[in-house]
């Protein structure tokens, strides 16, 4: 089995720059490492979803495959499209058959509800960033990437609902005071 990481600490940072996939070195500000990290970050946040979730459920099982799928998103920014993105056929499955089992929006929801819930509105605010972030980059290459994300908060926004079933979802009214 080969080894990727053999030490944790290599300093190499210390002066502000990073290494691509391919060895090339840039400024840790630059705009690729700011999409791969908020790619990071989003799959962080799926992993505390998936500490909510129901180890023997759909959601649980679709959020393992998403946080592999998530690890191929960066490993295609990190190499430049070199390495193929994740296809998007399973997020838009998945997006029509969990809505299908929902009641129909009547209004804008609010995030919360359930802890499985808020987390999977957190991951879908994150997600969408994390688009905002690989449109920034304006290459062809990453242009699959960012239509993946953009499907993928569409799944979490559906996997909200999901957690909230049963209960009364909490709808926007708007902020006037009542009278």
């Not at 060895?23 to 908020?38: E, I």
């Not at 089992?101 to 994390?130: D, I, K, Q, Y």
């Not at 926004?157 to 049963?166: D, K, L, T, Y």
Request: aromatic share 6%; proline share 6%; glycine share 8%.
């Amino acid at each position: 089995m080969k080894h990727r990481i053999t030490r944790v600490t290599t300093r190499a940072g210390d002066q502000g720059q990073t290494s691509l996939a391919d060895g090339t070195r840039l400024p840790k500000t630059d705009l690729r490492f700011a999409a791969m990290g908020d790619v990071d970050e989003l799959n962080t946040h799926v992993g505390v979803l998936v500490t909510e979730l129901p180890r023997d459920g759909t959601l649980w099982s679709l959020c393992q495959q998403v946080q592999q799928e998530l690890f191929d998103l960066g490993a295609n920014l990190a190499t430049g499209g070199q390495t193929p993105p994740p296809a998007m056929d399973l997020l838009e499955r998945e997006v029509e058959n969990l809505n299908a089992t929902l009641p129909p929006l009547t209004e804008f929801v609010l995030p919360g509800g359930t802890r499985a819930a808020a987390a999977a509105h957190v991951c879908r605010a994150v997600c969408r960033r994390a688009e905002r972030a690989v449109w920034a980059l304006a290459d062809e290459a990453s242009q699959p990437c960012a239509q993946y994300l953009n499907r993928l908060s569409d799944l979490f926004f559906v996997m909200a609902r999901c957690c909230n079933a049963g209960t009364d979802e909490a709808q926007w009214r708007g902020s006037k005071k009542p009278e």
